[in-house]
């Protein structure tokens, strides 16, 4: 069977995550920093759900439990011209 | 272009008839219909296929189709990133699939 | 049989970042029995919100840069020595400069650095673009230093600690110290160095030497011992570039950059000066890229401010504004442990013996982990010939200050990162 990809964006696969959370017993944003899954161009609205039941899944502790990930401003990708003040032609 | 576009439904019955309106993408003329997504009129005509995974060159098309996921992003007249699930066709307007990057150059010792 | 064995340790590391891995890596490697003690996890303050140079273009000539030159050797060397990846690439980094009197100081810092033992040159204006298609046609040149390198310092901090574990390292992430004593002689008349125990959200633990790595958060941590340590947290905001097309392969900083860090008067518009806002442009492993940076003092506020994070992206336009239309997907802020002569502590406390600090790096933890780590190895094992000269880093040098510490203002509310 193919790959079950769970990060679209940086293309991370369920066996990734699942190895790594088993060897590093780690948090998701640990778990994102050392996998990339959540760390890409949607800012992780796509994965992360996925990846806070698979912890805890494995962990057996409630998502909420500890730090969420967190949402940054922008929101949304933005151009560095509009960032930067640009008016947009 | 092969149309997989629904004309005549069963249960909500016939599409209205709307005008076609041309565009290109990736050079290559296209079709749509006036309302259409730039997602939904490339669907329509069997393409699915709108950018790569920009390091892996793994196909990537439509997902969520709300907006939300940016799977579908395409450049429109130039402009990078915009989602062909939100931006509705305009005619002559030029759509580029997104390319993958290229290899990491070896930078030559030299500094 | 004591039953506390796993708690006790020779040595304690407090502060599971950058500064702190590479101690334990050393110290563990040098054959101590050593443990870390970390509030969060691994790296999960400043040393996932940083860059990740290994730089000597941005040191001063003199000790400074002796000290990058030697933590750059160390560093090729953990490429081989560590099991994982932290995506090391030596490409060399580049200054860009603005004007004439910007070249003429290049110069003369090319000059000084090179007779310093360094591998800087001058670049013109053909090579400036032949670093990058997207840079500003007007740049003058710049300078480029041969042997900096590019890493991920999370990714760093993971493999210190990785490889450290296989030299004994225990490590206990969440457990956040909360107290620490320094137990009589009389306790343990065996010893011959007092015992510190150390009080933690996850139990007790007992060392005979402890090292403070604790970067900003370090002058909480003196505080426990009645020590003052003047370090005070440097706000910085990175934005992150998404992968559209490569930009540039090294990493980039405008010549300002320096002014910025070491303090002097720079030519440029109030809310540049304001924010502390200097370029910086990082291509990363991954392909996106990171703009920096920002300085501010404002204690430990980590919240983004969308006005710096502005400030920032004209800046970049400035310098890159063919990179008008890439997107920028994510910010993120950490704190720079600050102290005034720009140089971190590394050293024994005279007032605790026993009692070490390895912080205050400011914005070089990244470059200097490695001879820091070393060297409170070093240190610990009482050697003589350390691996740097200790003098400019001993703690001593601030005796008499009031730090701009813990105990200061009200700026010390411990905002979660």
Redesign the interface.
């Known amino acids: 069977m193919d790959k079950l990809i769970v990060c679209?964006?940086?293309?991370v696969d369920l066996d990734t995550l699942v190895e790594h959370a088993r060897q590093y017993d780690?948090?998701a944003?640990?778990l994102k920093?050392?996998t990339?899954a959540g760390?890409?161009?949607?800012?992780g609205?796509?994965c992360r759900t996925s990846i806070d039941a698979l912890l805890c899944h494995l962990t057996g502790s409630a998502a909420g439990d500890e730090?969420p990930l967190k949402v940054?401003?922008?929101v949304?990708?933005?151009?560095?011209?509009t960032?930067?003040?640009?008016l947009e032609s | 272009m092969s149309n997989m576009r629904i004309v005549d439904h069963p249960i909500l019955g016939k599409l209205e008839e709307r005008p076609a309106v041309s565009f290109t993408f990736d050079g290559r003329p296209c079709e749509g219909v006036a309302g259409d997504t730039i997602a939904s009129a490339l669907l329509a005509g069997g393409i699915r296929m709108l950018r790569v995974q920009e390091v892996t060159g793994t196909p990537r098309g439509l997902y969520c189709n709300i907006g939300h996921c940016c799977e579908c992003r395409v450049t429109v007249d130039g402009k990078p990133g915009v989602r062909a699930c939100l931006a509705e066709i305009q005619p002559g307007m030029i759509v580029e699939s997104g390319k993958p990057l290229p290899q990491r150059k070896e930078l030559a010792p030299h500094a | 049989m004591n039953i506390q064995a796993e708690r006790h340790a020779q040595v304690a590391v407090i502060g599971g970042g950058i500064i702190g891995c590479a101690a334990a890596y050393y110290i563990a490697r040098s054959g101590l029995d050593c443990i870390l003690l970390e509030k969060g996890d691994i790296a999960s303050g400043t040393s996932s919100r940083c860059e990740g140079n290994i730089s000597a273009v941005d040191k001063d000539p003199g000790f400074d840069s002796q000290m990058s030159m030697i933590s750059q050797q160390l560093a090729r060397e953990l490429t081989k020595e560590l099991d994982l990846s932290f995506e090391y690439n030596a490409k060399g980094s580049l200054l860009v400069c603005e004007t004439e009197t910007e070249m003429a100081a290049a110069t003369q810092w090319v000059d000084r650095q090179n007779a310093a033992g360094l591998s800087f040159r001058m670049l013109d204006r053909a090579d400036i673009r032949q670093e990058s298609p997207y840079f500003a046609d007007d740049l003058l040149g710049g300078l480029a230093c041969a042997t900096d390198a590019l890493i991920n310092p999370y990714l760093f901090c993971y493999a210190l600690i990785d490889k450290a574990q296989q030299h004994g390292l225990r490590v206990y992430p969440r457990a956040g110290v909360t107290a620490i004593a320094r137990l009589s002689a009389a306790r343990s008349p065996s010893a011959r160095v007092p015992d510190f125990r150390i009080e933690t959200t996850a139990g007790t633990f007992t060392a005979r030497q402890v090292v403070n790595a604790a970067g900003v958060w370090a002058p909480f941590i003196g505080q426990m011992l009645g020590i003052s340590i003047p370090i005070t947290p440097r706000k910085g905001h990175i934005i992150v570039g998404a992968r559209q097309q490569p930009v540039i392969e090294r990493n980039v900083m405008e010549f300002g950059y320096l002014i910025n860090k070491f303090g002097g008067t720079r030519q440029v518009d109030p809310d540049t000066e304001k924010h502390g806002v200097a370029l910086v442009l990082e291509p990363v492993e991954s392909r996106n890229f990171l703009i920096g940076s920002s300085r501010q003092f404002v204690g430990y506020d980590s919240r983004i401010d969308l006005q710096v994070v502005q400030t920032m992206a004209r800046r970049a336009l400035r310098f890159f504004p063919k990179l008008a239309d890439f997107n920028l997907i994510r910010t993120y802020t950490g704190m720079r442990p600050w102290t005034a002569d720009h140089l971190p502590i590394v050293s024994a406390v005279d007032e605790v013996p026993g009692f070490y600090i390895a912080a205050g790096h400011e914005g070089d933890g990244i470059s200097l982990a490695t001879v820091t780590g070393k060297l409170i190895a070093q240190m610990l094992h009482g050697q003589a010939d350390t691996i740097i000269p200790t003098a400019p880093l001993r703690y001593d040098r601030f005796a008499g200050q009031a730090g701009k510490g813990a105990e200061s203002d009200g700026q010390a509310d411990r905002v979660q990162v």
Do not use: A, F, I, K
């Not at chain 1, 679209?8 to 293309?11: A, I, K, Q, V, W």
């Not at chain 1, 760390?39 to 800012?43: A, L, Q, V």
């Open positions: 679209r964006c940086e293309e780690c948090s944003r640990e920093l050392r990339r760390m890409g161009y949607c800012g609205r796509t730090l940054q401003p922008p949304r990708p933005v151009s560095l011209s960032l930067g003040g640009r």
